[in-house]
């Protein structure tokens, strides 16, 4: 059995209670059907360690066993962040019917387009490389860095529109994202120094990743542990854009009306009568919302 240090060690051991302690406390806040897939990435990072443990006590780093495990396990945990990013994505939307359903249909085509995109690479990749199934890990080193953009992209998204989507910095989807994003930004270091650095500080980059993934568990544990504060009341203005954008998108979910044709033509001033006194019923209507704002 290969010799570990201490800090490994600590970090083998004290990952997978933080992950379980994170599942108990989302179904200890009923938040399991609406945090599912995160609840699932937990569980399979939990079994993940485990098996990668095992393959380490009884084999080695550097043995054929351990590798596959570890690129496989990394390919099924990016697919399960892609699915938990979707979650935290439509709860962030949750005060806008409209846009969360837009939003949905979003990032369902855009996380097809991310896979497509990633099988092209992955087939196109040539099969004639001097390590074994180096093609395979190429692809998913680059998946993963996929995954990484779209972690940080969503922490970013969430730290310019937390005021206007009524969601507080210390609400539970602002911190999950945190989490990720955390992981996600130094990953991308990591990344970058390995591919510039010297072959003899890649073992130091390879000691931080672990390290940061123990620092985004503790924020999610802190998050969950922590009562979560009311969401806030949105105050937003009639004219906002935002408000607009999420009526268009609740009417483009909804089927349109029928028209009838070949009715009796009506009087030209009895139309235009109405048509008067619905526009000023509209302004009546916007005054009024003005001085509830206000």
């Known amino acids: 059995m290969p010799v570990l240090s201490l800090q490994s060690i600590f970090i083998w051991a004290a990952a997978p209670i933080l992950q379980s302690l994170c599942i108990f406390a989302l179904y200890r806040r009923n938040l399991l059907n609406q945090f599912r897939f995160f609840a699932s990435f937990l569980a399979f990072q939990v079994i993940k360690n485990g098996v990668l443990f095992l393959c380490y006590h009884y084999s080695s780093p550097q043995s054929w066993t351990y590798y596959a495990s570890y690129w496989v396990g990394t390919a099924m945990a990016d697919m399960f962040k892609i699915a938990v990013l979707y979650e935290i994505f439509c709860a962030a939307f949750k005060p806008f019917a409209g846009l969360q359903d837009l939003a949905k249909v979003v990032f369902k085509w855009a996380a097809a387009s991310i896979l497509f995109v990633g099988f092209l690479v992955f087939v196109t990749t040539p099969a004639s490389q001097p390590i074994k199934f180096n093609w395979l890990i190429v692809g998913i080193y680059d998946f993963e860095k996929i995954v990484r953009l779209m972690e940080c992209a969503l922490l970013l998204f969430l730290f310019m ?16 994202a945190l989490g990720f994003g955390i992981d996600a930004f ?3 270091i990591v990344y970058s120094a390995a591919a510039t650095s010297h072959v003899s500080k890649l073992h130091m980059w390879g000691q ?3 390290v940061v993934y123990f620092v985004s568990l503790l924020v999610w544990v802190a998050y969950l542990v922590q009562p979560e504060p009311a969401r806030e009341s949105l105050h937003i203005p009639v004219t906002s854009p935002l408000l607009r954008w999420n009526e ?4 483009m979910g909804h ?3 029928r028209v009838a044709l070949n009715m009796p033509a009506e009087p030209f001033m009895p139309s235009v009568e109405r048509m008067v006194e619905q526009v000023m019923q509209k302004e009546m209507l ?9």
Do not use: C, D, I, Y
């Open 161 to 176: 529109g937390s005021q206007h989507l009524g969601m507080s910095r210390k609400n539970r989807v602002f911190g999950f």
């Open 286 to 294: 916007v005054e009024r919302r003005q001085q509830r704002v206000v």
């Open 186 to 188: 130094f990953q991308l």
């Open 208 to 210: 931080l990743p672990p």
């Open 255 to 257: 089927s349109g009306g």
């Open 248 to 251: 268009v998108a609740l009417a």
